[in-house]
């Protein structure tokens, strides 16, 4: 079964509009990351959060943990188009010492 | 500084066919990672070499698939032989060590025929 799921799978909103994904998962973690992908520029890492950290910014990124709920989000503001692409969370999971990465979060931002 | 390097970018075989892969990381990544992305789907770790050894291989079909990284830098992947499900976009990734950010190339498109 999938270690980390993301919600919603696919996300449209208006260039501008803020744009919050969410991402659950299973078992205990070191870390967790955020990647973007789009065909221009591949997949990119957008930020990492270790699990003693509850809230990370970067620019227009803010990505908050919950370790008691094994949940995480991504909050993008002020969109722009540039942004569209798929997000995807990924799991550094404890013991097993890998990343596993979710199945992703399509947005869309609409001009 | 000089990012994944990948090649070839596209390859199309038809099935029962050979087929490799090579990837160079970024200079002083200890860690290199093998992906296989299917459409739709987020990466599956392949493979992960510590250097020039293995570290995980859990979910490498190791009946068709093999990896090197020789000399702890450069690393190839291999097919052998292709299946139809084998189509899928395969992803080399670089961190300086295993609990850093990884560093994507810009993946090999396979199409098996």
């Known amino acids: 079964s999938q270690q980390g799921e993301e919600d919603p799978q696919a996300l449209s909103i208006q260039e501008g509009e803020n744009a919050t994904m969410n991402c659950s998962y299973k078992?205990?973690?070191?870390?967790l990351q955020w990647y973007r992908q789009n065909s221009g520029r591949g997949l990119v890492h957008l930020i990492l959060i270790r699990s003693n950290e509850r809230e990370k910014h970067s620019g227009r990124l803010r990505v908050t943990l919950d370790t008691s709920k094994k949940s995480s989000s991504l909050l993008i503001t002020a969109s722009r188009a540039a942004d569209t692409a798929s997000y995807f969370c990924a799991t550094f999971i404890q013991g097993a010492q890998k990343l596993v990465f979710g199945q992703g979060t399509r947005l869309t931002i609409n001009p | 500084e000089a990012g994944v390097a990948q090649s070839p970018r596209y390859k199309i075989i038809e099935k029962r066919q050979s087929v490799a892969f090579w990837c160079n990381p970024i200079s002083g990544h200890a860690t290199l990672y093998w992906y296989q992305q299917i459409l739709g789907q987020g990466p599956k770790l392949l493979i992960q070499f510590q250097n020039n050894g293995v570290v995980d291989d859990s979910q490498l079909p190791k009946d068709r698939f093999s990896a090197e990284r020789l000399k702890g830098v450069d690393s190839t992947l291999k097919i052998q032989p292709a299946k139809l499900e084998d189509s899928a976009v395969y992803l080399c990734?670089?961190?300086?060590?295993?609990?850093?950010?990884?560093?994507f190339g810009p993946g090999t498109r396979l199409t098996v025929t």
């Open positions: 078992t205990s973690i070191n870390n």
């Open positions: 990734a670089s961190s300086f060590n295993n609990f850093y950010e990884q560093y």
